[in-house]
């Protein structure tokens, strides 16, 4: 016998359905069409009504304990069922909670990939890394592309940068296109307490932002040694 059931997750869903629940979304998009680029959207993440045969389905009931550093917390339980290569058909669409836009330009495909809600550029498409099978004015042509699709967005549009490796992509395409000012410092650091040291991606993470905040964007450039095992607890 089939039920409906609610639920939750990630669904390819189309833009209509999307601008229904976010008609706020449209002028960004006819912002993005106007300037020649396309779009599509990714990890859209909602609440939908499906139709499901419960009697043809084994559920899996498994347990997640809590994190160690968390014992006096209460594990918790989740079901889960594999229902073959195809996603189970949506009937309604009860709440679309959040979605991605990827901006394609004429030569790059997903140039960026942005946050409508937090207003952030979620990930920079980095030419120079991705095709180093090609090289010469064609890369450099869509490497330009996706920094004026990225200047665009930062400097009209109000979006910050997401992470520390959006940072790193977007100081590529200034140090290529726009020549900045540069000058190198180097930090000495020793432990004052040990209790306090952070991991080595949060540390980045918090020099990141503090530098950005102030007009800066910087590159940690990786010693031989293995500097991020100074920042595992506890401290050899």
């Not at 069922?81 to 495909?109: Q, R, Y």
């Amino acid at each position: 016998m089939k039920y409906t059931v609610k639920l939750k997750g990630e669904f390819n869903l189309s833009e209509s359905d999307i601008k229904q629940f976010h008609p706020w979304i449209t002028p960004l998009l006819e912002e993005i069409r106007k300037k020649g680029w396309k779009y599509d959207f990714s990890n859209v993440n909602a609440e939908v009504l499906v139709e499901l045969n419960l009697n043809e389905l084994t559920l899996n009931l498994k347990y997640y304990p809590p994190r160690i550093e968390r014992l006096e917390e209460k594990g918790s339980y989740e079901i889960s069922a594999k229902i073959g290569d195809k996603p189970p058909a949506v009937m309604k669409i009860l709440s679309i909670e959040k979605f991605n836009v990827e901006i394609s330009t004429e030569h790059c495909w997903c140039a960026v990939e942005i946050d409508p809600f937090k207003r952030k550029i979620k990930s920079i498409h980095d030419i120079l890394w991705h095709d180093f099978n090609r090289s010469g004015p064609n890369k450099l042509a869509e490497a330009r592309e996706v920094y004026e699709v990225v200047k665009w967005l930062i400097d009209e549009k109000g979006f910050i940068l997401a992470d520390n490796y959006v940072v790193e992509n977007y100081k590529k395409l200034l140090d290529l296109f726009e020549k900045p000012y540069k000058f190198t410092l180097t930090l000495e650091v020793s432990v004052k307490d040990e209790n306090k040291v952070p991991s080595w991606e949060a540390l980045k993470k918090d020099l990141y932002n503090f530098f950005y905040e102030r007009g800066f964007l910087i590159e940690l450039k990786k010693e031989d040694k293995d500097v991020s095992s100074l920042f595992r607890k506890p401290i050899p």
